[in-house]
């Protein structure tokens, strides 16, 4: 057990791309080119692959080495580095360990960890589904971000437009945030990471100090807009997908007057929200999302922009009547149409309520 805890640790040390955690003992996984020194954690191009039996055993090990090392942290040397190998197997095996988190942020505030090197085993970790679906571990992330930033850890989490963070930081989030949502279906702590950094994204646009910087954001925030268009048709079921979606045009129209110009050829017209839900929903009526995401995409309509109201409204009465197929697409529609006509009668009464005309 203790020869599984300590090689477990010394391999997360390492630069690691992803963490896979293995059924059984892993024999059955080795292959002739495996580091028999590495054994039986398997490790190949930064990838690790962890078998679950042994991971078990490390941790037993670990939990009783960090009990020691608390104890003589601020004293001993030794505990020190017994400190930073127990809690980095503890995070591992169970990522909402708080105790673990809080000794490693001490740790890095010590100059004992590096602080990016800690960023970059999180980014690890967080490729373990598990890992991912733990507030914590999304919280510890944004404690170094700020950390490695401004080295100010004294505001409180959830909000980081007062850092200064360059373009590819935002797009590395994106991305990280994107993987781990297709690990774990509407992963709402990635969400809303994603959502603080966009806050932060639209703060950097705002307080731009040349038209290069802005133009360099600017990039980032039209990726960041087509991508979610094309997640949502990829994922069309995605209530955070488009929960966010709708909070990030939010935060754009919250920009300073003299950037609105740039940004709204990004959100509005044939690129506004409302113009990508509806045909959307005529193809995939059966998608409560989608329902919801139409009634984003209706609320964002100022006062004397044109829309097609009537047409949406004939559509969906269509819908909770439940009379014949969606524009002879809509496979979903003969196979559930209670549901469609459910989510189209809720939508009637919305679309009521919202413009004050009977529908």
């Known amino acids: 057990m203790a020869d599984c805890f300590t090689t477990l640790a010394r391999i997360l040390t390492l630069p690691l791309v992803s963490i896979d955690i293995l059924p059984g003992y892993g024999h059955e996984w080795v292959d002739a080119d495996a580091d028999a020194s590495l054994a039986p954690f398997l490790l190949k191009d930064g990838n690790l692959g962890i078998p679950q039996k042994a991971l078990v055993q490390a941790y037993f090990v ?3 080495s960090f009990k020691f090392a608390r104890k003589r942290i601020s004293i001993d040397q030794f505990a ?6 127990s809690s980095s197997v503890i995070v591992l095996t169970n990522p909402a360990h708080t105790t673990a988190l809080d000794v490693r942020k001490a740790l890095v505030k010590r100059k004992v960890l590096d602080a990016k090197k800690e960023l970059e085993f999180t980014t690890a970790l967080l490729t373990i589904r598990e890992s991912s679906k733990q507030s914590i571990m999304w919280h510890h992330r944004r ?4 950390y490695i930033f401004t080295g100010d850890v004294t505001v409180a989490d959830g909000d980081l437009t007062d850092v200064h963070f360059p373009p590819d930081l935002f797009r590395r989030e994106y991305r990280l945030v994107s993987a781990d949502c297709e690990l774990y279906d509407r992963n709402y702590y990635a969400w809303a990471h994603r959502s603080i950094c966009s806050r ?3 703060a950097a646009i705002s307080s731009s100090t040349s038209k290069d910087e802005a133009s360099q954001y600017m990039s980032v925030l039209e990726d960041e807009v087509n991508g979610m268009r094309t997640w949502i048709e990829q994922h069309v079921s995605d209530y955070s997908a488009v929960q966010y979606f709708h909070n990030l045009h939010d935060y754009l129209r919250q920009l300073p007057f003299s ?4 940004v709204l050829p990004l959100i509005s017209g044939t690129n506004s929200m409302l113009s990508h839900a509806f045909p959307l929903l005529r193809r995939y009526a059966d998608h409560e999302s989608l329902w919801l995401y139409l009634r984003s995409g209706i609320s964002f309509v100022r006062d004397g922009d044109e829309w097609p109201r009537e047409e949406i409204q004939q ?6 009547s439940s009379s014949g197929p969606l524009e002879g697409k809509s496979i979903a529609f003969a196979n559930d149409p209670n549901k469609i006509g459910r989510n189209a009668r809720l939508f009637l ?3 009521t309520r ?4 009977e529908s």
């Open 62 to 64: 670990a939990i009783e």
């Open 80 to 85: 020190v580095e017994d400190a930073v190998s």
């Open 143 to 146: 404690w170094l971000l700020r």
């Open 200 to 202: 932060a994204l639209v």
């Open 259 to 262: 950037m609105i110009e740039t």
């Open 315 to 320: 559509f969906a009465q269509m819908c909770a």
């Open 349 to 351: 009464l919305w679309l």
């Open 354 to 357: 919202h413009t004050g005309h």
